[in-house]
């Protein structure tokens, strides 16, 4: 999956994503998607089991099923197709803060790993993605002109740290 790409266009619609275990039981999924309140499910074909069943347990149509990519004899829409839909579709207005708005939006709503029961919802605001990717182009050596534009990801990206660093 295109990690980086689902996350950022996501951002740019103006969606909050909360990313998920992708080994989670649908019981797991459940309890995230209840918390996020989320009505869409962007997921691979290998999963789809347990987000079909997640949904309906929520109230999540399956027409809000959204695959990475397609499936044998899934009848889901794909990055791909929205792809293609977007390419006809008029211009997305850019997502524009107010002056210290940044503070108060949530950009992500990750959760942590449960190790003390179920996993628990994490705010990250925009200001907290914006200081992330400025710590890292610093950390990274860009400051200083050597950076080579590749960064190591090595945390599943679901995690509550992760989706700034595979950028």
Known sequence: MDYPTAL?????LGIVPSCANPIYTAHELVHQLKLS??????????????????????????SNILLVTKGDN?????????????????????????????KRKVALLNFSSGTSGLAKGVLITHANVIANVCQLYIHEGAGGGNW??????????FHSNIPLYKL
């Open 8 to 12: 950022w266009a996501a951002l740019r």
């Open 37 to 62: 309140r989320s009505t869409f499910i962007l997921t691979h074909p290998q999963f789809i089991n347990t987000a079909t069943a997640a949904a309906k347990v929520v109230g999540i149509p399956e």
């Open 74 to 102: 899934l009848p889901f829409i794909t990055v791909p197709d929205l792809i293609k839909i977007g390419a006809s579709a008029p211009e997305i207005t850019p997502l524009k803060l107010a002056p210290g708005e940044s």
């Open 148 to 157: 080579g534009g590749v960064a190591n990801g090595c945390l599943p990206f």
